[in-house]
T-cell receptor, first 114, second 111 residues
Framework: DGGITQSPKYLFRKEGQNVTLSCEQNLNHDAMYWYRQDPGQGLRLIYYSQIVNDFQKGDIAEGYSVSREKKESFPLTVTSAQKNPTAFYLC?????????????FGPGTRLTVT | AQTVTQSQPEMSVQEAETVTLSCTYDTSESDYYLFWYKQPPSRQMILVIRQEAYKQQNATENRFSVNFQKAAKSFSLKISDSQLGDAAMYFCAYSNYQLIWGAGTKLIIKP
């Protein structure tokens, strides 16, 4: 089945540690995205990538980093510089980065930092 | 900057009845897309319906339809014959290369 996988579903870390969230897609999509979701708010874009080896900052990139070494993979690292990292993180992909392109989402990762 | 507003944090409807979720947006662009996404308790985000701004005809997908008023910058979602499986958070999103999201409306279905 084609789709997007994110692992793990739940992740716990101590404050001050970096943590990497996995996102893999087998839809052959060029564009991939990372969003953060907090209670009572819409999704906020962290980073996006339109093509391998290229990525752009979204609205809330501070304290996060990404890589896009393979078309199917777009891991997100939450660094210790992120002041409030506890949140639900969603990865998405689309055929391209166009106005009309639907984004397909993974099941998400709930990150808790204590 | 584009913004999307969903003024109803929570709505409830009796099973089999019809409910309308509101969404307004602000943009100076003329060419864009609008989407409604559903996020059930599993938290998997699913596309419900999309609307192209240059099309006057309102989009319809089975029991889901929209009322798109471009001049008023309004994009409401109507769910007919509500079912228990419709219970979810519903997000309105505006697309002009980047998706701008509303804060969501929690829909409760009463049996």
């Amino acid at each position: 089945d084609g789709g997007i996988t994110q692992s793990p579903k739940y992740l716990f870390r101590k404050e001050g540690q970096n943590v990497t969230l996995s996102c893999e897609q087998n839809l052959n999509h060029d564009a991939m995205y990372w969003y953060r979701q907090d209670p009572g708010q819409g999704l906020r874009l962290i980073y996006y990538s339109q093509i391998v080896n290229d990525f752009q900052k979204g609205d809330i990139a501070e304290g996060y980093s990404v890589s896009r070494e393979k078309k199917e993979s777009f891991p997100l690292t939450v660094t210790s510089a992120q002041k409030n990292p506890t949140a639900f993180y969603l990865c998405a992909s689309s055929i391209g980065r166009g106005v009309s392109y639907e984004q397909y989402f993974g099941p998400g990762t709930r990150l808790t930092v204590t | 900057a584009q913004t999307v507003t969903q003024s109803q944090p929570e709505m409830s409807v009796q099973e089999a009845e019809t409910v309308t979720l509101s969404c307004t947006y602000d943009t100076s662009e003329s060419d864009y897309y609008l989407f409604w996404y559903k996020q059930p308790p599993s938290r998997q985000m699913i596309l419900v319906i999309r609307q192209e701004a240059y099309k006057q005809q309102n989009a319809t997908e089975n029991r889901f339809s929209v009322n798109f008023q471009k001049a008023a910058k309004s994009f409401s979602l109507k769910i007919s014959d509500s079912q228990l499986g419709d219970a979810a958070m519903y997000f309105c999103a505006y697309s002009n290369y980047q998706l701008i999201w509303g804060a969501g409306t929690k829909l409760i279905i009463k049996p």
